[in-house]
């Protein structure tokens, strides 16, 4: 028998009444579980068994699988699932994890990112409009392909004290000043930020997750910081989500 704590982030329905859950947990990464008859009514498993559901989870090995016994919630997040806004964007932060993240893979970090990201999203004080583009840029940071943002990759300046712009390369993920700029044929990948805007990524790449969620743009930085986010996610993973499209559809 094993117990671990964790978000189930999909759930795929099998036969009439049972489901496999994709768990994340800080114990074992990602876990496929079947939870046989979770979907009776009045199973023991069945509310805590469900989408976006934090919950302590005990379950057997039986020739390769795992069987769920018995389950206790932790935290149900249960305002994710009562608001189609807040279900989607879950439903896009689960759909990076699953793509990016490997069975079995150690991923307490990314345990974390994700716990804190859905436990503001419950409760309503950041808004979706910062949580999307905190969770995109700290995750692809996270899994390795954080940006060199600290300085210009020519000449080091820092530059955002002295007021100027600075051009991302998001292909490269490197930093350019102003000055050291030379505009090219193909610069598509290539995006021009504010100095505000240059430290907000920064502070999303880089502060300690204590206080990763104090940052708090008004709406235009939040839109161009999601922009960016966004795109720099989708040229370093190479693709984008289907439901990406359903969040900004509502
Ligand atoms: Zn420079």
């Keep these: ?3 671990v704590t ?5 759930e795929k329905r099998v036969g009439e009444n049972d489901k496999i859950l994709t768990v994340l947990t800080r114990e074992c990464g990602l876990i496929e579980i079947t939870a046989k008859g979770a979907l009776n009514l009045g199973s023991k498993n069945g509310s805590n068994t469900q989408l976006f559901m934090y919950s302590k989870l005990c ?3 039986s020739r390769g699988r795992n069987y769920i016994n ?3 919630s932790v935290n149900s997040f ?3 699932r009562l608001d189609v806004k807040k279900y989607a964007l879950a ?3 689960s759909d990076i994890i699953l793509y990016t993240i490997q069975q079995n893979e150690q991923c307490d970090i990314i345990t974390r990112l994700l716990l804190n990201t859905l436990y503001y999203l419950d409760n309503g004080k950041v808004d979706c409009s910062v949580l999307k583009p905190i969770f995109e840029f700290r995750h692809i940071c996270e899994i390795g392909m954080r940006p060199q943002l600290l300085c210009c990759q020519n000449c080091c300046r820092y530059s955002t004290d002295l007021g100027l712009d600075m051009y991302f390369d998001m292909s490269e993920g490197t930093l350019v000043c102003e000055d050291c ?3 090219s044929d193909d610069d598509s990948e290539i995006v021009k930020l504010r100095p505000r805007t240059v430290e907000n990524l920064r502070y999303i790449a880089l502060t300690d997750y204590k206080d990763l969620f104090k940052l708090r743009p008004d709406a235009d930085e939040s839109g161009r910081l999601s922009l960016i986010t966004e795109k720099y996610m989708q040229i370093r993973l190479g693709r984008s989500f289907r439901s990406l499209g359903f969040y900004k559809s509502i």
């Design 6 to 10: 964790g978000v189930i982030i999909r």
């Design 59 to 61: 379950f057997n090995d």
């Design 181 to 183: 700029y030379e505009a």
């Design 78 to 80: 249960y305002n994710i």
């Design 70 to 72: 018995s389950s206790e």
């Design 1 to 3: 028998m094993t117990t």
């Design 91 to 93: 439903c896009y932060f």
